[in-house]
């Protein structure tokens, strides 16, 4: 080749590129022209240089590499031509964005009212020196009626109908149960609480449902006595209540204690007035409690004249209704976020 050939040859080159370049319509396209171009043929042209004689050589590659420039600048020219016409045109159709307005709002999760005041009370008696145990959903007769002092045919079995399981086994009433399986697992000394879900076959209203929260808390020790238990409940109330609450002690029957209590506070709801959420009574049943039964003692292995203890079954979910002002226990259940986000909104009293 000769140096005439070769510019014949370049300005070939050049004419294909100013094709390519006025051709491509996006980035892609341009990209891969001018790879085409400057791997098949630039790089041939280079090649030929060998077949120059010597004294032309410097001048052929000279002209190579104006070429070869010339080529890259049109392209990076078109380039950058192809993206400012881009965010032209995005400009145009995003003209009715607004940069100044406020982002929309999201929506973030929260706990549910049950879970707050559950955690509130696993810190309280945390701080007691209390261990949060768990217990089974599905539990034997054994420890949810026999270990409790309830047996077979005992009438107090008529007030936690459940559901009962093809195994023989039964959704648990309450979680009392996981009093006897704390003291065969731990021994005395105790101090556990052990919140949780409790089931009842159980005709539904304002107070009452199927599926609803529990916290069990057992102490047992030497020397432990009704006035233990009495400080332990008022301090709770008062810590989750932020204030000293209204309370009575109402003698109560419940065969895993003796002797048993009602501890009622005044209702929340209505301020004590009288409402569906508390019968229309003004009290609400928050913390039947009691002196841990002996027979329930020796179930679990301990020794009822050298240890003794009190136990209470806080009904969680009633708690919640009244801390958050939930008039209805059905709300907590619905998955209604009116109520479980902001409970206060649904009425009642905010405490
Ligand atoms: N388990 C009882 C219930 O669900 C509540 C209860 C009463 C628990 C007295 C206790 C207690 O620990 O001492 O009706």
Redesign the pocket.
């Known amino acids: 080749m000769d140096l005439n050939e070769l510019a014949h040859l370049l300005t070939r080159i050049e004419s294909e590129a100013a094709g390519a370049v006025s051709e491509a319509r996006t980035a892609d396209a341009l990209r891969a022209a001018e790879s085409k171009i400057t791997k098949g043929p630039l790089a041939e042209a280079m090649k030929s240089i060998k077949s120059f004689a010597a004294e032309e050589r410097g001048q052929a590659g000279q002209n190579i590499n104006k070429t070869k420039q010339l080529i890259a600048e049109k392209f990076a020219a078109a380039m950058d031509a192809l993206r400012a016409a881009g965010v032209a045109s995005e400009r145009k159709s995003a003209s009715d964005f607004d940069p100044t307005l406020p982002p929309a709002r999201t929506l973030r999760g929260g706990l549910h009212p049950v879970t707050i005041v559950q955690r509130e009370v696993e810190r309280i008696f945390s701080s007691l020196g209390f261990a949060v145990v768990g217990g089974p959903e599905m539990e034997t007769e054994f420890y949810n009626f026999e270990a409790?002092n309830i047996p077979a045919m005992h009438p107090a079995r008529d007030?936690?109908d459940t559901f009962w399981l093809t195994n023989g086994w039964l959704l648990r009433?309450?979680?009392?149960p996981c009093?006897v399986r704390a003291m065969l697992r731990y021994g005395p000394p105790i101090r556990v609480i052990a919140p949780g879900r409790?089931f009842r076959y159980e005709a539904i209203d304002a107070s009452h449902e199927n599926t609803f929260y529990?916290l069990?808390?057992?102490l047992i020790d030497k020397d432990i006595s009704i006035a233990h238990l009495i400080a332990f409940m008022k301090l709770l109330l008062r810590e989750v209540f932020h204030r000293d609450v209204k309370v009575r002690l109402r003698p109560?029957f419940?065969p895993?204690?003796e002797p048993?209590?009602?501890l009622d506070m005044s209702c929340a709801i209505c301020d004590g007035k009288g409402c569906p959420t508390c019968k229309r009574s003004g009290w609400v049943e928050i913390l039947?409690?009691?002196?841990?039964h002996p027979n329930v003692l020796r179930h679990g292995k301990i020794d009822p004249h050298e240890y003794t203890g009190?136990?209470?079954?806080?009904?969680l979910t009633r708690l919640a209704m009244m801390k958050y002002g939930v008039g209805d226990i059905r709300i907590l259940n619905s998955g209604d976020l009116r109520g479980i986000v902001q409970p206060e909104r649904l009425g009642g009293a905010k405490v």
């Open positions: 409790l007030a936690q009433t309450h979680t009392s009093q409790c529990q069990e808390g057992l109560g419940f895993f204690v048993g209590f009602e039947p409690c009691g002196m841990v009190f136990a209470f079954g806080l009904g």
